[in-house]
């Protein structure tokens, strides 16, 4: 009885592990105002949760560091660059990525300045999605860039719809707490015979 519980637990964790979990990732920039929503739902919409970036509280605590500290914060993340776009090619390597929405408007008074302006944010996001999908093939791609004219607005919407099994969560999570605590080189995990196929 003890063994076929046992052999029960373990299928469980092993159900759970590889479980994916679905990330919603929400970005509005609007003429100066931000807004970030993540949420993510595991076991079949079981578990939910949201989380809202830019909370007002928050906020007006960031601003009460000083630049002295700011500057240092700064220098320390400079130097890990190369640790985190390691963790960065990581995490897209075995993500899937079903949805990915980005839709930015800018207009202004000047015709030819609005021109400039377009060529250079379709040039910005062609480098960036060209990154990406070099890695990572995505089911449903939609990029656009609407000029306004006589007006001087921005306005750019991000949208993305993730998979990513929970035995990545837990790799990533243990290759950021290396990173945060002794910024230790980024290490294959242990069970990479298994997980190197798998191009989610």
């Known amino acids: 009885m003890m063994r076929w519980l046992l052999i029960l ?22 003429n100066g105002k931000n807004d970030i929503r993540v949420s993510f739902t595991y076991l079949f919409g079981l578990i939910k949760y949201e989380i809202k970036a830019f909370d007002n509280k928050n906020k007006a605590k960031c601003e009460e560091v000083s630049e ?32 990915f929405y980005w839709e930015t408007e800018i207009g202004l008074l000047d015709p030819y300045y609005l021109s400039i302006f377009y060529g250079f944010i379709w040039w910005v996001k062609s480098l960036i999605i060209g990154y990406i999908v070099s890695k990572k093939s995505i089911k449903n791609l939609n990029i656009k860039v609407l000029p306004l004219y006589n007006s001087n607005e921005f306005r750019s919407q991000f949208n993305c719809i993730i998979n990513i099994r929970m035995v990545y969560i837990i790799n990533i999570w243990i290759l950021l707490v290396k990173l945060y605590k002794g910024g230790e ?12 196929n798998y191009n989610e």
């Open 9 to 30: 637990i373990f299928g469980l964790v092993i159900l759970l592990l590889y479980l994916p979990v679905k990330f919603s990732i929400f970005f509005l920039f609007e």
């Open 185 to 196: 080189k980024i290490d294959r995990p242990s069970y990479r015979r298994f997980n190197e």
């Open 68 to 99: 002295g500290k700011k500057k240092e914060k700064r220098g320390k993340e400079l130097k890990k660059i190369a640790e985190y776009k390691e963790l960065i090619d990581y995490i897209i390597r075995k993500i899937l990525v079903k949805k």
